[in-house]
């Protein structure tokens, strides 16, 4: 195997992970309310200062991965609690306009706080690489951030699919007003999917960061370069989100690898016009394209 | 839920086939009882935009005239914007795109000799109409969120195409002093003339359009376009022209733009742009010329306020010194928790929170004069 191929093969397994999860975040709100949310890249925000905050006090990586998850449970549901539970009802183009102003305004909240500059971490993981088999490198970060999500998924499929709880927010995302008809408490379901798709925007946020340096603006951009993964794989599944996220950082890698990493958004964007223009409710989404 | 359709929504089934037919039967009853308040409302706008406009050229100072010619440029953008969103009821974050296109086409070809001066800011037009055009044949495919993607992309394809072309040429492109006759508009208060002018145009067509049937066939389509179609309306043939439109003024704003800031780099036209002239038009109140403007004060000046703001700190050094540096921060922060509060407790923005005050004001007088009476 040419080094090439095996970057290609971690680049896109790590890439993918963190797009995967952002769009998890944004089906799962999709799926409960509706909701168009351009703020997935503020939560990861949100995640990755508070992951870098813990480290810098030496909390051990997989408590400080924990906390942050948990305080961006915090943020999401107290967004819902506290905006966006008042717009209940209003237009989808005036929810998503309200992400818009809620991501500038965290986005402007951490740049005040922790500056424009790259976020760096403190050597939070051992560097240490494994020669898997040739030329195949993985480090202990590429290990760390698919298990990261591997375990997401694999918490998150379980309880959508196979749970009460599951077939409650599939009953709010349904029909809001049925599902309270029978018994089901709305405003919980919706407070709860704001909290995980914070959450796990937050989860790719602190990946994000241990791959690269990356300054608090691009951290914000992957809310609106996740987009092509969320299409592709279809707005409401969350299936569809892994394989997505895993194709779109294909399309990403190979581009990057064999011809330049300036051409990744247009080639990106490219597939997402594609997507719209052939099959517009993704390869896993449901058939229904415009709402009335 | 804007204050200047009101009339029109209330009965469009029985406006609309009438107003195609030419409008001359439109009911003149209520053409009348309409026309007191849509001519107070205009004469206050014609007013307040006269005073700005003698101060922008004659009485600011020239700082404060730079930074109105930045005003005057995103006023414009914001028109166009509002245009789309505000009227026809298309969510598009296609502006930095479209200005792009007429700032690097007016840059390119303002020095030529076969383009003298206000020919860049036609063809830039031109061309923005054109990628209106092709915006506009595609978003007749999408709805709601997947027109705002499809613009997204369009922004990331841009901005790409954009910096392709600046290519190695770091500085940007430089566009020529623009020259009417012998009159050169060499400097900032020439250029803030111009600029006036070019808004006032746009203005007085886009009122003139808005008043009439297009505007009411636009009305139509952002309430229902089902409804709207089986009203009569065309609904196909009035987007593609407000995509067209919008799109063609939104160059004519990144034109002045090129001219205004005279270099032209891929830089500026960033998605944070398309953003930003959204806000405007939101925080001002969507449907409503008089809330672009203001929309466009607003967000432009924001970080001048909070420079002021700042002076007056000047006793603790501590905080003065934060907020200088965080100045541009401060004001996207301000701007986001804004919109917010536009959107859940005011949702026709700043327009309408005007509006409200003037009625309480209005509802006061009146009580005062009737006491007095009694």
Known sequence: MSPQVAGLITGTLTTGAILSLIAVGFVVMYRATKVVSFAQGAFSLVGGFSFMALSQHHVNVVLALLASIVISLFAGALTYQLVFRRLVGAEPFVTAIATIGLATLIEACAIIIWGSGPIILPNVLSGRVYHVSGSLLVTSADIFIVGAAVVVFALLVPMLYRTQLGLRVQAVADHPRLAAYVGVNVIAITTLAWAVSAATAAVGGVAFLLTSQPSPDSVYSLGLVVFPAILLGGLDSIVGALVGGMLLALVQNVVTTYVSGTWVDVVSYGLLLAVLLIRPQGLFGSTEVSRV | ?374
Request: hydrophobic share 55%.
């Open chain 2, 1 to 374: 839920m804007n204050q200047d359709n009101e009339h029109v929504l209330t009965k469009e089934s029985s406006a609309l086939p009438v107003a195609r037919a030419g409008g001359q039967a439109a009911t003149r009853l209520d053409a009348v009882s309409r026309l007191r308040r849509m001519d107070v409302r205009r004469m206050a706008g014609a007013v307040v935009f006269l005073v700005l406009a003698l101060y922008v050229l004659f009485g600011a100072s020239a700082f404060n005239q730079y930074e109105a010619s930045l005003v005057l440029v995103f006023a414009v953008a914001a028109l166009g914007q509002d245009w789309l969103m505000g009227r026809a009821g298309q969510i598009s974050l296609g502006a930095a795109a479209f200005m792009a296109v007429g700032a690097f086409t007016t840059a390119r070809i303002s020095a030529e000799s076969w383009a003298p001066f206000p020919l860049p800011i036609i063809i830039s037009a031109v061309f923005g109409c054109l990628l209106g055009l092709i915006v506009g044949l595609t978003g007749l495919r999408f709805r709601g969120l997947y027109l705002a993607l499809s613009t997204l992309a369009l922004q990331f394809i841009v901005a790409f195409a954009v910096q392709r072309y600046q290519g190695s040429n770091q500085a940007g492109l430089v566009a020529a002093v623009p020259k009417a006759g012998g009159f050169a508009f060499d400097n900032v208060q020439r250029l803030n003339l111009l600029m006036l002018i070019v808004l006032a145009l746009v203005i007085l067509g886009l009122g003139g359009l808005y008043r009439r049937a297009p505007g009411r066939a636009w009305a139509a389509i952002r309430q229902n376009e089902f409804a709207a179609a089986v009203a009569g309306v065309d609904v196909v043939r009035w987007k593609l022209l407000a995509f067209i439109g919008s799109s063609g003024i939104i160059a004519v704003a990144g034109s002045l733009y090129a001219y205004q800031a005279s270099t032209v780099t891929y830089i500026p036209f960033s998605i944070q742009l398309a953003v930003s002239i959204l806000v405007m038009v939101f925080i001002g109140g969507l449907g409503s010329m008089t809330g672009a403007i203001i929309g466009a004060i607003f967000v432009e000046l924001l970080p001048e306020w909070i420079q002021m703001i700042t002076n007056h700190f000047q006793g603790s050094a501590g905080l003065s010194s934060w907020m200088q540096s965080n100045a541009a921060e401060l004001a996207l922060a301000i701007y986001g928790l804004v919109l917010l509060l536009v959107l859940i407790f005011e949702r026709d923005g700043i327009v309408g929170i005007l509006n409200r005050l003037a009625g309480l004001g209005l509802r006061l007088i009146r009580r005062r004069t009737q006491g007095q009476e009694s």
